[in-house]
């Protein structure tokens, strides 16, 4: 398969997400996030799409490149264990352990 990817844009997509990256959601913020019911994930060579099932039925698409993709799924594996709802084999724990 083709890989689209020179060291160079790899480098970019890196600098662009650590020089850009905005700032965390904070408790308000997360509360008035929109929380899809469902999501739906579209790979390709050049990154993923995911599409969310909204509760009022529509849709919302976003293209993540490889590197914004990685940095998601560490997070959410690592991040999702220190907040304790998944477990170090990554499953869902049965009750929560940290609440922020």
Known sequence: MF??????ALAA????????KP????V?????????CSAALSF???????????EDG????LFLNPYVARELACSTFQ???RAGWLDEDV?????????A
């Open 3 to 8: 890989w689209p990817f020179t060291d160079e």
């Open 13 to 20: 997509y890196e600098a662009a997400f650590r020089n850009r």
């Open 23 to 26: 700032a965390a959601p904070d």
């Open 28 to 36: 308000q913020a997360r509360e008035a996030a929109p929380q899809p």
């Open 44 to 54: 390709s060579n050049a990154g993923v799409c995911i599409r969310f099932a909204m």
């Open 58 to 61: 529509s849709s919302l698409d």
């Open 79 to 81: 991040e999702g264990e």
């Open 91 to 99: 499953n869902f724990r049965t009750s929560p352990t940290y609440c």
